[in-house]
C-alpha cells in the first residue's frame, strides 16, 4: 500500500495541473451543475486498506458504473438466460446509439451501452416486488452502506430530457425484448443511473469483483467466481462505450465509466480504484481520469497484462 500511496500522491498532482480538454455533461441538464474541477482518486485493496486524495467524499452522480450492479443483480436472478436478451460483444457505437438494434433484432450488444443497460432492467423489472427499494437494498447490502440513494432531482432531469433513452426502449420493445411498461422500466433505469457515491464507496462497493473470497457482512457471496470473472471480461471489452479498446490498451485493467466523470477499474486478486473529475473527453469518458489510470497501471505495473 505504501508504494501505492506515494505514486497515487505523485500521479495526483502532476495530472491536476494537466489543461482539462474535457467538457462536463449537460445532455442532463441537472449534470451540469457539478463543479468542474473536483478531482478525486481513491483505491481500496482486498486486504481492506484504502488511500485516497482530492474530492473522495464527496458524493456525486455515479451514473453509468451503476450498470455494473444492475447486471450483477440480474445476473443473479436470471442465471445464464440473461445472455438470450443481451450480448456481450463491443459496440464500437456511441453509448446510446440504436444503429445496431435494427440489424440485431432488438438484442443490444452488451450490458454496458445503454440499450443492454435498460434490458437488464426490464429483467430486474420482473423479478423485484419494489424495484426501486429492492435494488437499493442489494447495493447497501454489498457495500455495507446505509447511507447510499438515488437522487431525485437526476432522476426526474434525465427523465425530462431522456429522449433517446424513451426511443431506444420502445424500438427495443417493438421486437419483444421489454417484458415491462416502457415508462416503469425507463423510471427504474433513470433512477438507477442517479445513485450517488463518493469515490471510496465506489471503490469498496465493486471489491466483490477484485476478491474472490468477498462476503458481505453477512457472511454471503454476491456472485459466484465465475459470475464475477464474466463480469470483468465485459468491463474490459465494453465498459467504456466506444472506446473500450483505448481503454484497455492504456490502462490495461477492466473497468467502468460514467458521464458524472467518474471511472472504476478493477485488478482481480489486487484492488479498485476510482478516479473522478466531471470534464468528459469525446467519447464520454472522463479525460482526468484516463490520463490518471494509464499513469498509475504503467508506474505501479499493476495491470492484468
Ligand atoms: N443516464 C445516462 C444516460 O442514459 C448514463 C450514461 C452514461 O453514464 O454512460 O444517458
Redesign the pocket.
Known amino acids: 500500500m505504501e508504494n501505492y500511496k506515494n505514486i497515487i500522491k505523485e500521479i495526483y498532482s502532476d495530472v491536476k495541473k494537466v489543461n482539462d480538454i474535457g467538457k462536463v455533461a449537460n445532455?442532463?441538464p441537472e449534470l451540469a451543475f457539478v463543479k468542474a474541477d473536483n478531482f478525486s482518486v481513491h483505491i481500496s485493496t482486498i486486504n481492506k486498506e484504502g488511500f485516497g486524495v482530492g474530492d473522495f467524499d464527496k458524493k456525486f452522480s455515479i451514473?453509468?458504473i451503476s450498470k455494473i450492479l444492475s447486471l450483477t443483480l440480474a445476473y443473479k436472478l436470471e442465471g445464464e438466460k440473461l445472455w438470450e436478451r443481451v450480448d456481450v460483444e463491443p459496440s464500437g457505437n456511441p453509448?446510446?446509439s440504436l444503429l445496431q438494434l435494427e440489424s440485431d433484432l432488438g438484442k443490444p450488444r452488451n450490458p454496458f451501452i445503454?440499450s443492454g443497460a435498460i434490458v437488464v432492467c426490464d429483467i430486474l423489472f420482473s423479478h423485484l416486488k419494489n424495484p426501486k427499494e429492492d435494488f437499493l437494498k442489494f447495493c447497501k447490502d454489498i457495500s455495507d452502506n446505509s447511507t447510499l440513494n438515488y437522487n431525485k432531482k437526476v432522476a426526474q432531469s434525465?427523465k425530462d430530457s431522456?429522449f433517446?433513452?424513451i426511443a431506444l426502449t420502445n424500438f427495443i420493445k417493438s421486437f419483444g425484448n421489454i417484458k415491462n411498461n416502457v415508462d416503469d422500466v425507463l423510471d427504474f433505469?433513470?433512477h438507477i443511473?442517479s445513485i450517488e457515491m463518493n469515490s471510496k464507496e465506489i471503490s469498496e462497493i465493486f471489491l466483490f469483483l477484485a476478491d474472490d473470497n468477498f462476503t458481505t457482512r453477512k457472511g454471503e457471496r454476491v456472485i459466484t467466481k465465475s459470475q464475477a470473472k464474466r463480469i470483468n471480461a465485459i468491463m474490459l471489452t465494453c465498459g467504456f462505450?466506444d472506446e473500450s479498446g483505448e481503454f484497455a490498451f492504456k490502462v490495461g485493467l477492466p473497468g467502468k465509466?460514467?458521464?458524472?466523470g467518474g471511472i472504476v477499474a478493477i485488478h482481480p486478486d489486487k484492488y479498485c480504484i476510482t478516479v473522478w473529475s466531471p470534464k468528459l473527453n469525446e467519447k464520454?469518458n472522463s479525460y482526468k481520469g484516463m490520463l490518471f489510470l494509464e499513469k498509475f497501471t504503467s508506474k505501479t505495473t499493476s495491470s492484468i497484462f
Open positions: 445532455y442532463i451514473q453509468s453509448f446510446n445503454n434525465e431522456g433517446r433513452n433505469y433513470f443511473c462505450y465509466s460514467g458521464v458524472g464520454g
